[in-house]
């Protein structure tokens, strides 16, 4: 089954490269298309470089401005839905998520509909956390399956696989969500439609370069957000 990784990008030159050749080294058939937000770091250029070096196997799609993760991540699916790949893995850009754990992925899709990277499937597998990041995590998941019932260990990971047939299912025109809700959004979008998805255990490991994204205002939009994703579907 043909597969592609779509990562999305705002500031993240000093990881891109390597985050690439980790893909490469564990799948090394894997297509990549870069999502970038217009970085003013240059993170683009950098990713234009790398589609040169990987040729047909590495695209960039060039966004004009900063429009949160959600909307990159929509732009990003619609633009590989129009090829012909059966898998869609999404991850993060800033190492945060260890490509060795893409070919458990790509192993478990095959029965199922979403597979979804859990960092307490198996107890905490998070590094390099300070205690009130992780208890924000862990409150945040807790939060996010009370008010939507979903059973699901990570409900705000970020780190996916969809079959293709899944990903149309679930719809991308009517995504409320801008910013870092839309993991919650997408993965509830699946639930009440009735995938079947599995999660799978992953090892989480804090950015070492680059700045965060995370704020208190993403914080408390995606509090309210949650709500108002009960409410909506």
Known sequence: ??????????????NLEQLVEKIQCHASDLHVLIVDDNSPDGTGDIADELSRKYPGKLFVLHRQKKEGLGRAYVAGFKHVLMKDYDIILQMDADLSHNPSHIHSFRQQIRDCDLVLGSRYLRGISVVNWDFKRLLLSKMASKYVRLITGMPFTDTTGG?????REALELVGLEDVLSIGYLFQVEMTYKAYRKGLKTLEVPIIFIERDLGRSKISWAIIWESFWGVLKLRLKY
């Open 1 to 14: 089954m043909r597969a592609i990784v779509v990562v999305p990008t705002y500031n993240e030159r000093e």
């Open 159 to 163: 780190f996916k696989c969809w079959r």
